[in-house]
């Protein structure tokens, strides 16, 4: 006996000449899944199946994904998987590349999230006119394995040193040019400690990057490159305790031009799930880190008010992909940098306009993200240090 809702369907939900015997088991060939890949954590995998499929109807279905062998250029059967875990797991990461190429709209784009890197983004936002603090980019302390002296033949040793520590200033932060979670980030407070630090990196390329003193924090959500949530946030506070501000926002003003800078700097680089974080400084909202395609959404790390809202907004977001899921096309997003490029067009301009909202920013539930600081790594051709921060 087939579900009530394939009476008179169109060709909306994919279920187009659907015949009245269909068998519920037959059916399932024909709705769109939506599936979420993901590791440690269980609170937001869990919230956001639920409401998926209290959202959906019967055409749509949320699940988790189910891996149990790759075939190349095999579907693996979702119209839209959430990436959660593959940035971790070289062996996801190729099975979701393979899915997106099969057709999967794959949140977030597996082929420019292996491409991107931190020290690329400031980057772009500069050339976006959005503030963020002066970076330079390190090589690794020790060399890269299979290299010798003669593959730096280009490096210049030793490298101007005083010229970048001049360009950063001190205090300033070295941290990995594409790494995350607070890992391997060090605080420097002149060229000794950083030659000292940088000397501990090993292999890992660093940024050095000036340190802002800010007056405000915050930490924003961004989904499919349209829904944003401001929050108040404070880093030097406990983990439990960062989404904790007592004091309101300075104004609706810097709210509204973080609101754009968030949606600018998803739309340039085509996330559909990301965190961007801003330091406040003389009014200036300077973009510190927006490179986290699997932001944390634990209810235990971002409080009840911020979990709801990304799992409600995140929920939207996919059901909407899978919509608009169209078989044997390409079905990622790819960010207006790399479009601009793709049709030779200047890079500035060619970002939607923000829309004129105003922006959630109320104080959010007690946090408890963890910060972890441990050794960092990097390579040069030198055996003097080289710098990086975070």
């Known amino acids: 006996m087939k579900p009530a809702t394939l009476s008179d369907r169109t060709n909306k939900g994919g279920l187009n000449n659907v015949k009245t015997n269909t068998t519920y088991k037959n059916y399932a060939n024909y709705m769109k899944k939506i599936g979420i890949l993901f590791g440690q954590e269980r609170s937001f995998p869990e919230a956001f199946v639920k409401r998926v499929n209290e959202l959906a109807g019967k055409d749509i279905r949320a699940e988790f994904v189910s891996i149990d062998k790759i075939f190349q250029s095999e579907p693996l059967g979702y119209a839209v998987i959430i990436d959660r875990i593959s940035q971790d797991v070289p062996f996801y990461r190729a099975a979701l590349k393979n899915a997106a190429m099969t057709g999967t ?90 030659f000292d630090k940088h000397s501990q990196t090993k292999q890992t390329v660093m940024m050095l990057q000036e340190e802002i003193i800010f007056d405000e924090y915050f930490r924003c959500y961004c989904i499919g490159g349209k829904y944003v949530k401001i929050m108040q946030y404070e880093p030097r506070n406990p983990a439990h305790l960062r989404y904790a501000v007592d004091k309101a926002p300075s104004s609706e003003k810097l709210l509204q031009t973080i609101h754009d800078y968030v949606l600018l700097l998803n739309q340039y680089l085509g996330y559909d799930f990301n965190t961007v974080e ?56 790819w960010g207006e940098y790399v479009r601009t490029a793709a049709n030779g067009n200047p890079l500035i301009g060619k970002a939607k306009p923000a829309a004129k909202v105003k922006a959630d920013a109320k104080p959010a539930a007690a946090a408890k993200t963890p910060v972890k600081k441990a050794a960092a790594k990097a390579p040069a051709k030198a055996k003097k240090a080289s710098t990086a921060k975070k």
């Open 278 to 333: 801003f330091a406040v400084r003389d009014g200036i909202p300077y973009a510190i880190d927006f490179c986290n395609p699997a932001p944390d959404a634990e209810v235990t790390s971002v409080g009840q008010e911020n979990f709801d809202w990304v799992v409600e907004a995140s929920a939207k977001y996919a059901i909407e992909r899978a919509l608009a899921h169209v078989d044997g096309q390409d079905n990622l997003t």
């Open 105 to 194: 709209a794959v949140i977030n784009n597996p082929f420019w999230w292996s491409a991107d890197e931190k020290f690329f983004n400031n980057a772009l936002a500069v050339k976006l006119g959005v503030p963020v603090p002066k970076t330079a980019l390190i090589p690794s302390y020790d060399q890269p394995d299979d290299t010798t002296d003669k593959s730096f033949s280009n490096l210049a040793f030793p490298m101007d040193w005083d010229g970048i520590f001049k360009y950063t200033g001190f205090p300033a932060y070295m941290k990995p040019f594409d790494g995350g979670g607070w890992k391997e980030v060090y605080k420097l407070h002149d060229k000794e400690d950083f």
